[in-house]
């Protein structure tokens, strides 16, 4: 999405008065130069969907335009922060080639992640401070928004969890390479490969607040290149991992456990990868 999303029909405030399919935009004090960005999808518990990932960077451009706003507050409606990448949705898992797909369709796939990727970077380059206020859960997908604000707070309910790698994925929309420069390498591996959810107590402790073998060894790998390479080159390296690695068994597997309310049944490798995590917890 080109820089401003359609803001040049109007001015920034009468450009966020159109409103929203997935946020609602408002000022909740005219006296206050702070505006609110709500994910706004609470029947889904605030699911990234396309139009979410359309919406989010067309806001923040225009309230980086938009000369009331000095800061936003980034929060979401009903009992949940966010659930995560709506399954089904361009770019998913659930969307995902199996088998060996044609050079066409990965390439397709690795554009649909940039995307994606450019949309939470569209959260950090706002140039207005932006901060977190996370109530509830938070995974996934709603860890890599979070991870792109300025600041992070968040109520006593909420917890975060980093769900790829038991969905059989790479975290793909930023994680890695933000949260090893926000919590440390070792908090930031620790979530990524073990897939465990923490408090807003261990969240604040860690700074946070202020398993297929594929997807455990992926994780540690992106999570290695990241270290010594830009935020915008780790972005790129992911989205060219996930392309080609998002076609196992064990992802299908995974999807189907999720849908399916059960655990999944992974190969051996990986089901030895995931006794060595319980046995470290």
């Given at each position: 999405m080109a820089a401003g999303g359609g803001g040049d029909r109007g001015s920034p405030e009468a450009e966020l008065r159109r409103g929203f399919k997935t946020l609602a935009v408002t000022?909740?004090?005219?006296?206050?130069?702070?505006?609110?960005?709500?994910?706004?999808?609470?029947?889904?518990?605030?699911?990234?969907?396309?139009d979410a990932f359309a919406e989010i960077p067309r806001a923040m451009a225009l309230l980086d335009r938009a000369p009331a706003a000095?800061?936003?507050?980034?929060?979401?409606?009903?009992?949940?922060?966010?659930?995560?990448?709506?399954?089904?949705?361009?770019?998913?898992?659930?969307?995902?080639?199996?088998?060996?797909?044609?050079?066409?369709?990965?390439e397709g796939l690795r554009r649909a992640i940039?995307?994606?990727?450019?949309?939470?970077?569209?959260?950090?380059?706002?140039?207005?401070?932006?901060?977190?206020a996370v109530h509830g859960a938070c995974v996934g997908g709603g860890v890599e928004v979070v991870a792109?604000?300025?600041?992070?707070?968040c109520s006593k309910d909420a917890t975060f969890v980093?769900?790829?790698?038991?969905?059989?994925?790479?975290?793909?929309?930023?994680?890695?390479q933000r949260l090893p420069r926000i919590v440390g390498y070792g908090n930031a591996a620790d979530l990524a490969?073990?897939?465990?959810?923490?408090?807003?107590?261990?969240?604040?402790?860690?700074?946070?607040?202020?398993?297929?073998?594929?997807?455990?060894?992926?994780?540690?790998a992106v999570l290695l290149r990241s270290r010594d390479?830009?935020?915008?080159?780790?972005?790129?390296?992911v989205a060219t991992w996930n392309a080609a690695m998002l076609r196992?068994?064990?992802?299908?597997?995974?999807?189907?456990?999720?849908?399916?309310?059960?655990?999944?049944?992974?190969?051996?490798?990986?089901t030895r990868f995931q006794q060595q995590a319980a046995n470290n917890h």
């Open positions: 000022r909740p004090d005219p006296s206050a130069a702070v505006y609110e960005v709500r994910l706004n999808r609470p029947t889904r518990l605030n699911a990234l969907s396309p000095r800061a936003v507050v980034l929060s979401a409606a009903g009992p949940h922060f966010c659930a995560g990448i709506e399954l089904g949705s361009p770019g998913s898992p659930a969307t995902a080639p199996s088998g060996d797909p044609a050079p066409a369709a990965a940039l995307e994606m990727q450019a949309a939470l970077t569209a959260i950090e380059r706002c140039r207005k401070p932006v901060v977190a792109a604000c300025d600041i992070r707070c980093l769900r790829e790698v038991d969905m059989a994925i790479v975290a793909d929309l930023g994680a890695l490969l073990t897939g465990r959810k923490i408090t807003a107590m261990e969240a604040k402790e860690m700074g946070l607040v202020t398993r297929s073998a594929w997807a455990v060894m992926g994780t540690k390479i830009t935020v915008e080159q780790g972005l790129e390296h196992s068994n064990d992802l299908e597997e995974a999807i189907q456990a999720f849908l399916e309310k059960r655990k999944p049944v992974f190969s051996k490798l990986t």
